[in-house]
C-alpha cells in the first residue's frame, strides 16, 4: 500500500490539481520512544550522581517498630534484625553500582568502627538490586565488617519502603525507626540525630523528625 493519500484541493487550490500529502504513521511511535529514552536517561542519573548527606526525611515508620528483617547474609548465615535489641542500628540499604553509596562508604565504616568498639551499635546492608560475588568482592576491596544480607523476594525494601539508593534508617535500642536518612550518611550526622534522642530520653513520634 502506498504512503501517501490524495486529499481534496484547498480552496485556492486548482481542483484539477489534488495535493498529495505524506503520512506521519510513525510519529507518535517516535515521539514515544524518545520520552522513554529520556526517562531511562533520569533513572540511571538518579542512580549515579552524587547526593546530599544526613537529609532527614518524613516516613511514616518513624516512631514505630522496625520491620523485622530475618534473611541471609552474603555469606549464607542466618540473619535477624531483633539480635540487635539493645544496640543502634543503622540499616542501610545500597548497591555496588550506586556512585553515593560507594561515596558514603567511609563514613559508614566510620560509624560502624567507633560504635562496635563502644559495644552499642552496629550497620546492617541491605543488597540491593547487585550480585552477591560483586558485592562480596566489594566489602573485600573497600573494607566493612558489618551483616551485608540480602533481599532476594524486595521484601524487605517493600516494608521499609525504599524507594532509591542510598538510604538508611535508624533503629533505636528499644527497636523503634528513629529516623529516615535519605542520600549518603556521615558518621557525625547520625551521632548528632542520637545524641539528640538521647538528649530526649525517648525515641521520637512519628511527628517529631522532620
Same mark, same amino acid.
Given at each position: 500500500?502506498?504512503?501517501?493519500?490524495?486529499?481534496?484541493?484547498?480552496?485556492?487550490?486548482?481542483?484539477?490539481?489534488?495535493?498529495?500529502?505524506?503520512?506521519?504513521?510513525?510519529?507518535?511511535?517516535?515521539?514515544?520512544?524518545? +520520552?522513554? #529514552? %529520556? &526517562?531511562?536517561?533520569? /533513572?540511571?542519573?538518579?542512580?549515579?550522581?552524587?547526593?546530599?548527606?544526613?537529609?532527614?526525611?518524613?516516613?511514616?515508620?518513624?516512631?514505630?517498630?522496625?520491620?523485622?528483617?530475618?534473611?541471609?547474609?552474603?555469606?549464607?548465615?542466618a540473619f535477624d534484625l531483633s539480635r540487635y535489641e539493645g544496640e543502634w542500628v543503622l540499616v542501610n540499604f545500597f548497591g555496588t553500582w550506586c556512585t553515593p553509596c560507594r561515596q558514603e562508604h567511609p563514613e559508614l565504616r566510620k560509624f560502624a568502627a567507633e560504635h562496635e568498639a563502644a559495644g552499642d551499635?552496629?550497620? +546492617?546492608? #541491605? %543488597? &540491593?538490586?547487585?550480585? /552477591?560475588?560483586?558485592?562480596?568482592?566489594?566489602?573485600?576491596?573497600?573494607?566493612?565488617?558489618?551483616?551485608?544480607?540480602?533481599?532476594?523476594?524486595?521484601?524487605?525494601?517493600?516494608?521499609?519502603?525504599?524507594?532509591?539508593?542510598?538510604?538508611?534508617?535508624?533503629?533505636?535500642?528499644?527497636?523503634?525507626?528513629?529516623?529516615?536518612?535519605?542520600?549518603?550518611?556521615?558518621?557525625?550526622?547520625?551521632?548528632?540525630?542520637?545524641?539528640?534522642?538521647?538528649?530526649?530520653?525517648?525515641?521520637?513520634?512519628?511527628?517529631?523528625?522532620?
Open positions: 500500500m502506498s504512503d501517501t493519500t490524495v486529499t481534496e484541493a484547498a480552496p485556492d487550490e486548482s481542483p484539477d490539481e489534488p495535493v498529495v500529502r505524506a503520512k506521519r504513521p510513525h510519529v507518535a511511535l517516535g515521539v514515544c520512544v524518545a +520520552v522513554g #529514552v %529520556v &526517562v531511562a536517561f533520569l /533513572v540511571v542519573v538518579l542512580a549515579t550522581s552524587p547526593s546530599s548527606t544526613d537529609r532527614i526525611t518524613k516516613s511514616p515508620l518513624v516512631g514505630k517498630p522496625a520491620p523485622a528483617i530475618v534473611t541471609k547474609t552474603i555469606d549464607g548465615q551499635g552496629t550497620v +546492617v546492608s #541491605v %543488597v &540491593v538490586n547487585d550480585d /552477591v560475588s560483586t558485592v562480596k568482592r566489594y566489602f573485600e576491596e573497600q573494607g566493612g565488617d558489618w551483616p551485608v544480607v540480602t533481599d532476594p523476594d524486595a521484601s524487605i525494601l517493600l516494608n521499609y519502603g525504599n524507594v532509591k539508593v542510598p538510604e538508611s534508617y535508624l533503629v533505636s535500642p528499644d527497636g523503634i525507626i528513629a529516623a529516615k536518612i535519605s542520600g549518603g550518611i556521615s558518621a557525625a550526622g547520625v551521632d548528632k540525630v542520637i545524641a539528640e534522642i538521647d538528649a530526649a530520653g525517648s525515641s521520637p513520634s512519628p511527628t517529631t523528625v522532620p
